[in-house]
T-cell receptor, first 110, second 114 residues
Framework: GENVEQHPSTLSVQEGDSAVIKCTYS??????FPWYKQELGKRPQLIID?????GEKKDQRIAVTLNKTAKHFSLHITETQPEDSAVYFC?????????FGKGTRLHILP | NAGVMQNPRHLVRRRGQEARLRCSPM?????VYWYRQLPEEGLKFMVY????????ESGMPKERFSAEFPKEGPSILRIQQVVRGDSAAYFC????????????FGPGTRLTVL
């Protein structure tokens, strides 16, 4: 079955700097890659997603890139702000079933 | 359009009791998923249901756990004879056709087993 690895597990960046979170997946048939943000005690919220027919997608300060050949994808957050502090989960999906990475705890330092 | 609803938000049970967790998907969504999240950990897939059908229950323990999504009413995750290790946050997500892979999460039920 699918296996999703996510790095780093913890990331601290200065406010205003960029943050990058990387994930790899094992099943070459996976075709949908969502990213979720989870604040403490809250539900995971979909922040951006990408399908396998696209290499990059951007939404304001957030962008995701996908390399199908290498089976890895990344989340980029630019101009980080305090409200970006949260746990971020990458995921890979094929046939409706989503497999999540273990998460990255992002700290934005003042 | 209300989001995914879950109740109760918090549930406390003693060992050996039963826990029933409910999930109402977003309007128009026909797919429901249940996940378990332990503190400081990721989301573990448990089961995927459509109305009156279990599509994939590969992540659900074979004993004590069951799930249903009846024709009318919410999806139910049932845990019989709970043990301390069942303490976790249980999230439900729903997704719409024709893209059932885009999932939206409910607020979760935090189960504490004493």
């Amino acid at each position: 079955g699918e296996n999703v690895e996510q790095h780093p597990s913890t990331l601290s960046v200065q406010e205003g700097d960029s943050a990058v979170i990387k994930c790899t997946y094992s099943d070459s048939a996976s075709n949908y890659f969502p990213w979720y943000k989870q604040e403490l005690g809250k539900r995971p919220q979909l922040i951006i997603d990408i399908r396998s027919n696209v290499g990059e997608k951007k939404d304001q300060r957030i962008a995701v890139t996908l390399n199908k050949t290498a089976k890895h994808f990344s989340l980029h957050i630019t101009e980080t702000q305090p409200e970006d502090s949260a746990v971020y989960f990458c995921a890979a999906s094929r046939d409706d079933k989503i497999i999540f990475g273990k998460g990255t705890r992002l700290h934005i330092l003042p | 359009n209300a989001g995914v609803m879950q109740n109760p938000r918090h549930l406390v049970r003693r060992r050996g009791q039963e826990a029933r967790l409910r999930c109402s998907p977003m309007k128009g969504h026909s797919h429901v998923y249940w996940y378990r999240q332990l503190p400081e950990e990721g989301l573990k897939f448990m089961v995927y249901l459509q109305k009156e059908n279990i599509i994939d229950e590969s992540g659900m323990p074979k004993e004590r756990f069951s799930a249903e999504f009846p024709k009318e009413g919410p999806s139910i995750l049932r845990i019989q004879q709970v043990v301390r290790g069942d303490s976790a946050a249980y999230f439900c997500a729903s997704s719409p056709p024709p893209q059932p892979d885009t999932q939206y999460f409910g607020p979760g039920t935090r189960l504490t087993v004493l």
